[in-house]
DNA sequence: TCTAAGTCATTACCTTTGCTAACGAAACTG
DNA sequence: CAGTTTCGTTAGCAAAGGTAATGACTTAGA
């Protein structure tokens, strides 16, 4: 049974520990010159394969009217492409171009950024905890 | 070694998984009213005691103005005040007042908030994995 | 010593990126 | 086949960051 008192204190920690952490990955993402959330929506379309807008939406805990001005900048750079829904006429489908495809090869290849390199200063422990640590965020954020 | 690709591969894990959970934290904020930044500087000032506007952003790894801001604000609601710095005539002291103490105390006392009720939900070895991970975390932004 | 350059906080203005409300088209339901 | 629901979008707004410029003060150099 964890002390209320505690779980709090953990509480306090990780929200300023992750604000701060997420502001400084904002702003090191200046090489690709794509925003945070933008990158993430290509990330889940390579990894799931076609989605809806709705469920990109879902996916990146936005609102669908935010998703909707992702998509349109990302239309607009040539990165994904809308097709109608096969059988369903209000929903679209959303995928990758090829050049999306190369986009995300070449992010991961040349992907000495900030953040891999400070991984790779860590110990094989400490980077063992922060990918647990990413997997029950995750699982926090799914709620 | 570590493999740099499995580095890269959790980079991008992290960035993902620290980003939606960030924007989560920040939109779940609601029964303090106050904006995160403004929370994790007045928990700054608390830890470190009186300190200039310069170190304050530093410290939360945004830009003095928008420090300026959040000092503003923090001042406008009687939980900081500035005062002149003893031996630099263009610096400024700020601390907190009383009243952002009992915040903090109460704040603490009462945080039932979304983030304690899901920790207080996992297991003991997984909140100290997130302990642990989020002072990774701030070693990693700090450099 | 006194002028020039640098530093600190602030002000003014802009951008990014999220939100909610409202709407039109398409799909279900009874 | 009329009424309701769902989906994506549009429109308008708010939060929270940034950069550039300013003014007061300090430090360094001739």
């Known amino acids: ?18 604000t701060r952490l997420a502001r400084r990955l904002r702003y090191e993402r200046a090489d690709t010159a794509l925003p945070l959330t933008h990158l993430a929506t290509l990330g889940s ?6 989605l809806t807008p709705g469920e990109l939406a879902h996916h990146e805990r936005i609102q669908p009217p935010s998703m909707t001005r992702v998509l349109a900048a990302l239309e607009g750079r040539g990165l994904v492409s809308r097709h109608p829904h096969p059988t369903d006429g209000r929903q679209v489908l959303v995928e990758l171009t090829d050049a999306a495809h190369e986009l995300l090869a070449e992010d991961r290849r040349r992907r000495e950024a900030w953040l891999s390199t400070r991984l790779s ?21 799914r709620g």
Chains 1, 2 share one sequence.
Do not use: C, K, Y
């Not at 379309?45 to 076609?50: F, N, Q, S």
């Open 1 to 18: 049974m964890p002390s209320p008192t505690a779980t709090a204190d953990l509480a306090n920690q990780l929200r300023a520990s992750v």
């Open 121 to 141: 200063e860590l110990s094989a422990a400490e980077r063992a905890t922060l990918r647990a640590a990413a997997e029950i965020f995750d699982r926090l954020v």
């Open 45 to 50: 379309l390579d990894r799931h394969g076609p």
